[in-house]
């Protein structure tokens, strides 16, 4: 299986365990284009390619000798895409002599093909997903308001950035290891947690998914401050 590379230019090798390390260097970067090799070609058509015998067929002229080496002689291509129609791979099946695809190994070829489409998006939403969470953590460390997460109906922290220091005189790692009603006041703690329900509640009414009243913490220096969350 190749995978085309973030500037669409050429196919990289993700996966080739039984074939050669010659030949898997060599499909370590295939360019993207036509009548270069079966799956270059496929990935430039988005189409698939069949090459029943790679001494013979003009796309292969580049690859021959090494193609010989490996003991490659027959080479089907298919892309697979996207659920905007934009090619992502190519799924490639070999043969050590000359051979055609018969109308149920084309079947079986498609489906592979489809299978390597949906774990190459899986793969690309996590990876996604790191990068958008990974971008959050950063801006949540640097931030300075005090932004937190706290787990329902425990009433304990997950989550809790550095500027809570500032705030109320204890690093993060001493906050997570209270309960939330260390952090307030007594009455405050009975508004708060009445707006916290009504807040949870509110997520099946979108016109309204925000508190915004004042809450009272308390701090380590025994006094206490007025906040309003953002």
Known sequence: MLLVNEAGTHLCNAASPSL??????????????????????????GERVVVE??????YWRPFRDVAEQAGLRACWSQPFKNSQGKVLGTFA?????????????????????????????RASLAEGLRQSQEMY????????????????????FSYINHAIKHLRGWAPEEILNQPLSAMLTP????????????????????????????WRWSCRTKTAIWRRPN
């Open 137 to 156: 953590r950063l801006i949540a460390e640097n931030s300075s308001e005090v932004i937190w997460l706290v787990d329902l109906p425990e009433m304990r």
């Open 93 to 121: 099946v070999y043969h050590r002599e000359p051979a055609r695809p018969t109308e149920q190994e084309i079947q079986l070829i498609e489906d592979y093909a489809k299978l390597a489409q949906l774990a190459v998006e």
């Open 187 to 214: 009455k405050m703690e009975a508004k708060v947690k009445k707006t916290l329900e009504a807040s949870s509640l509110a997520w099946a009414r979108p016109a309204r998914r925000s508190a915004t009243k004042p």
């Open 20 to 45: 050669p390390e010659s030949w898997r260097q060599i499909t370590a970067k295939v360019p993207i284009g036509d009548s270069i090799g079966s799956c270059g070609t496929a990935a430039f058509r």
């Open 53 to 58: 015998d790679v001494r013979t067929h003009a």
